[in-house]
């Protein structure tokens, strides 16, 4: 996931710098989950290659939206809370099919 997740944020990213430098400020103050954390719990829990990164922020809250490709060719989209790192919505189809079994990271 490393190489397109880092394609994904240098293309997708439309913010300016200082957007950016707060976040890192938050994320190691720990007000903001770092975003490898998110990456970790996807990879460990569904299958699929990040296909594109964003974060949100609105009236204070952080919240990263990550879209991956699934092994069938789905595009599903998963929202999670910035300050938590808790899912909070996931879009798509077929997204059973995406999840991995439990205990089978890889």
Do not use: C
């Amino acid at each position: 996931m490393g190489g397109a997740l880092l394609a994904a944020i240098l293309i997708g990213s439309a913010v300016g710098d200082q957007h950016w430098e707060t976040l890192h400020s938050e994320v190691r103050r720990g007000e903001v989950v770092p975003l490898e954390t998110i990456l970790d719990w996807l990879e460990a829990n569904y299958l699929g290659d990040v296909l594109e990164v964003e974060v949100e922020r609105e009236q204070g809250l952080v919240e990263y939206e990550i879209k991956l490709l699934g092994p069938q060719g789905q595009v599903v989209e998963f929202e999670f809370d910035g300050h938590n790192g808790r899912l909070m919505k996931i879009e798509g189809v077929r997204i059973n099919e995406m999840r991995r079994p439990q205990g089978m990271t890889p």
